[in-house]
């Protein structure tokens, strides 16, 4: 996830994870906020479905989504 930047969204495939680009800064919780919100409209999910567990303090997050398959996540964000 990169913060900060002009435009949010999927940039696309980082190695094993995805790179997101979110506007909102790295302060207060602001980008985890942002990048939540951008994982649920790109996914298609409630944002009650989606959850940082890991990460907080990083540009490197590992999420959980509720009610999708790991294969059906990739294929929505490839999309």
């Known amino acids: 996830m990169i913060p900060g930047s002009v435009k949010a969204g999927v940039v696309g495939r980082y190695g094993e994870a995805w790179k997101l680009r979110v506007a ?3 302060d207060r ?3 985890n906020d942002a990048t939540l919100q951008l994982l649920s409209q790109t ?3 409630a944002a009650s479905d989606v959850r940082l ?3 907080h303090a990083t ?3 590992t999420v959980e989504v509720a009610g ?3 294969a ?3 294929r929505r964000l490839a999309g």
């Open 68 to 70: 999708l398959t790991a």
């Open 29 to 31: 919780g602001k980008a």
């Open 72 to 74: 059906e996540a990739e």
């Open 43 to 45: 996914l298609g999910v």
């Open 24 to 26: 909102a800064p790295a």
């Open 53 to 55: 567990v890991a990460g």
């Open 59 to 61: 540009q490197d997050k």
